[in-house]
């Protein structure tokens, strides 16, 4: 089935500065790729998404890459504010028989946005 | 519009107990989910619903079961509870594979 591991656990970055966080996953059939932002004591929510057949997309601050290839996407948010700390995961997904409907995320990246 | 509503938000079992969580969307949306998470371990899928009268296994399935009898409704059921089963649980439901999932409050499950 299908993994996915991201990278780092935890981000503390000066307010202003760029923030990466990077995924990778195992299956090739995967073919959209979600970020969510969970606040504390909140469900998660989507921020941005990507489908396969798209390489970049950007909304205001915040923009994923998808490299098909070495089956890898990253999250980049720019100018970050204190509003943007939170835990951030991505996740895969895909149409494909075997692993329909299936929805699965990265552990989660800690992000501290310090003033 | 609700979205997702989880019944209860908290809740406190003695070992061996059962209890059911309720899932509850009012999107029309045939994708539902079980999801638990656990400090630095991410959302962990437990089990997930393609549609009604369907259920799938996730990754940490053992202990838990689920059904789906109403299209709206996605009930996850622990027949004996076990203090490994502390954890926050969430229910997500989305249209299809590749749209977004929404998410409800999650539940947070406290075994002693």
């Known amino acids: 089935g299908e993994n996915v591991e991201q990278h780092p656990s935890t981000l503390s970055v000066q307010e202003g500065d760029s923030a990466v966080i990077k995924c990778t996953y195992s299956d090739s059939a995967s073919n959209y790729f979600p970020w969510y932002k969970q606040e504390l004591g909140k469900g998660p929510q989507l921020i941005i998404d990507?489908?396969?057949?798209?390489g970049e997309k950007k909304d205001q601050r915040i923009a994923v890459t998808l490299n098909k290839t070495a089956k890898h996407f990253s999250l980049h948010i720019t100018e970050t504010q204190p509003e943007d700390s939170a835990v951030y995961f991505c996740?895969?997904?895909?149409?494909?028989?075997?692993?329909?409907?299936?929805?699965?995320f990265g552990a989660g990246t800690q992000v501290v946005v310090t003033p | 519009n609700a979205g997702v509503t989880q019944t209860p938000k908290f809740r406190v079992l003695k070992t061996g107990q059962s209890m059911t969580l309720l899932c509850a969307q009012d999107m029309n949306h045939e994708y539902m989910y079980w999801y638990r998470q656990d400090p630095g371990m991410g959302l962990r899928l437990i089990h997930y619903s393609v549609g009604e009268g369907t259920t799938a296994k996730g990754e940490v399935p053992d202990g838990y079961n689920v059904s789906r009898l109403k299209k709206q409704n996605f009930l996850l059921g622990l027949e004996s509870a076990a203090p490994s089963q502390t954890s926050v649980y969430f229910c997500a439901s989305r249209p299809n594979e590749v749209t977004e999932a929404f998410f409800g409050q999650g539940t947070r499950l406290t075994v002693v």
């Open positions: 990507i489908r396969s057949n798209v």
């Open positions: 996740a895969a997904s895909m149409e494909a028989t075997d692993s329909w409907g299936k929805l699965q």
